[in-house]
């Protein structure tokens, strides 16, 4: 016996019914769900330091660190539906903390990094360490780790906050404590974790512990990774997409510093402009010295010290020095996709490995 053909009446009711038992056709989404490749949604997009740097010293008269906790200005993509992200995975922002203030002391799941911007004389206390920070050393808060800040100085301190915040956010993993007190006592030795694990030491016997899925150096001084970046500009050849690149390096396993996050320096020449490529991993750039231009899926983003830009997942990405040497310090999502096995790189092969340039990011 021959069946009827459903008609669009029966399959709109039948997906009615299914929607009120709280179940629905695959069928219906398999296409919009399973793509090809990432649909993206966040943009190339940058902050100039010349636009965030008024507007957070602004915060600092209208809001009291004691008030905020933590006076941070985000990095929003507008593409970012959550309103979290600089990316879809990585949070990205930048923290105030004015002369004689305390940011009080708690600890999370999401690890941290912090790029320091601007000012002296502020530390963080990770774990009863105090930690001093000054501009451009690298300073982590991993996940878990009490931490505050304070400033001992006589001058506004500024740095970038680098976060997993939007990963955590998706995996429902964000726990938070508030710790008993203002701020913790320092009772570590000063600098013990840069001292004890940050030397190319690292103990031995009993004190040796297993390899930690974060780094147990708490700070990556700015004149130790200048000086060997520049050691590996004097002995090695440029990467063609690049340029003189390094790795903050966990000294416990060799591994990246975070579990979530990647930390990289690199230096791009004056004159030098890397081939285009692109890859499974989005990532959070600032300009740590000198000046240049980007160019993210044809977009073109002229930047300069202090400046902070977004290059979202499988975005086309090249970089260029034309008037002086640059300093790129990024942080990336790339541990995470690394350790799924999901990494994919891929070169720009069009026009001798060159985007054209379509807009041109900021312009009237
Ligand atoms: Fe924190
Ligand atoms: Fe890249």
Same mark, same amino acid.
């Given at each position: 016996?021959?069946?009827?053909?459903?008609?669009?009446?029966?399959?709109?009711?039948?997906?009615?019914?299914?929607?009120?038992?709280?179940?629905?056709?695959?069928?219906?989404?398999?296409?919009?769900?399973?793509?090809?490749?990432?649909?993206?949604?966040?943009?190339? +997009?940058?902050?100039?330091?010349?636009?965030? !740097?008024?507007?957070?010293?602004?915060?600092?008269?209208?809001?009291?660190?004691?008030?905020?906790?933590?006076?941070?200005?985000? +990095?929003?993509?507008?593409?970012?539906?959550?309103?979290?992200?600089?990316?879809?995975?990585?949070?990205?922002?930048?923290?105030?903390?004015? /002369?004689?203030?305390?940011?009080?002391?708690?600890?999370?799941?999401?690890?941290?990094?912090? +790029?320091?911007?601007?000012?002296?004389?502020?530390?963080?206390?990770?774990?009863?360490?105090?930690?001093?920070?000054? /501009?451009?050393?690298?300073?982590?808060?991993?996940?878990?780790?009490?931490?505050?800040?304070?400033?001992?100085?006589?001058?506004?301190?500024?740095?970038?906050?680098?976060?997993?915040?939007?990963?955590?956010?998706?995996?429902?993993?964000?726990?938070?404590?508030?710790?008993?007190?203002?701020?913790?006592?320092?009772?570590?030795?000063?600098?013990?974790?840069?001292?004890?694990?940050?030397?190319?030491?690292?103990?031995?016997?009993?004190?040796?512990? /297993?390899?930690?899925?974060?780094?147990?150096?708490?700070?990556? !001084?700015?004149?130790d990774a200048r000086e060997a970046l520049d050691c590996l500009r004097r002995s090695s050849e440029p990467d063609p997409f690049d340029g003189f690149i390094l790795r903050y390096v966990?000294?416990?396993?060799g591994g990246e510093v975070l579990a979530t996050i990647g930390c990289r320096l690199q230096l791009i020449p004056k004159g030098i402009h890397t081939r285009a490529h692109r890859h499974?991993?989005?990532?959070?750039?600032?300009?740590?010295?000198?000046?240049?231009?980007?160019?993210?899926?044809?977009?073109?983003?002229?930047?300069?010290?202090?400046?902070?830009?977004?290059?979202?997942?499988?975005?086309?990405?090249?970089?260029?020095?034309?008037?002086?040497?640059?300093?790129?310090?990024?942080?990336?999502?790339?541990?995470?996709?690394?350790?799924?096995?999901?990494?994919?790189?891929?070169?720009?092969?069009?026009?001798?490995? +060159?985007?054209?340039?379509?807009s041109v990011f900021g312009a009237k």
């Amino acid at each position: 016996m021959a069946v009827a053909s459903p008609t669009q009446d029966d399959r709109q009711q039948y997906y009615e019914e299914l929607e009120g038992l709280q179940m629905g056709p695959l069928w219906a989404i398999l296409r919009s769900t399973l793509t090809r490749e990432p649909q993206r949604r966040e943009v190339p +997009f940058l902050w100039p330091w010349s636009v965030v !740097r008024p507007q957070l010293l602004r915060a600092g008269k209208l809001v009291t660190a004691a008030e905020a906790e933590r006076r941070v200005l985000m +990095f929003l993509n507008p593409g970012n539906p959550a309103r979290i992200g600089a990316t879809a995975t990585l949070y990205a922002a930048m923290q105030l903390i004015l /002369p004689g203030e305390c940011a009080r002391a708690h600890r999370h799941t999401p690890a941290a990094l912090r +790029f320091i911007v601007e000012g002296e004389g502020a530390f963080t206390c990770v774990n009863e360490e105090k930690v001093t920070m000054s /501009p451009r050393d690298l300073v982590l808060t991993p996940p878990m780790v009490w931490h505050d800040h304070g400033n001992d100085g006589g001058q506004p301190v500024m740095w970038l906050d680098g976060l997993d915040i939007p990963l955590l956010l998706s995996l429902n993993g964000v726990f938070f404590e508030e710790y008993d007190g203002e701020a913790q006592p320092s009772s570590m030795p000063p600098a013990r974790s840069e001292r004890l694990y940050g030397r190319g030491l690292f103990p031995g016997g009993s004190a040796a512990g /297993p390899a930690q899925s974060y780094s147990p150096v708490w700070t990556y !001084r700015w004149v130790d990774a200048r000086e060997a970046l520049d050691c590996l500009r004097r002995s090695s050849e440029p990467d063609p997409f690049d340029g003189f690149i390094l790795r903050y390096v966990n000294p416990s396993s060799g591994g990246e510093v975070l579990a979530t996050i990647g930390c990289r320096l690199q230096l791009i020449p004056k004159g030098i402009h890397t081939r285009a490529h692109r890859h499974s991993t989005s990532c959070v750039y600032h300009v740590a010295e000198g000046s240049g231009f980007s160019v993210v899926n044809g977009v073109r983003l002229d930047w300069r010290h202090g400046d902070t830009f977004a290059v979202p997942i499988w975005c086309w990405h090249e970089h260029a020095a034309d008037a002086e040497d640059a300093v790129l310090f990024s942080f990336s999502d790339e541990p995470v996709i690394g350790a799924l096995g999901h990494r994919r790189e891929q070169a720009y092969l069009g026009n001798g490995g +060159f985007q054209a340039v379509e807009s041109v990011f900021g312009a009237k």
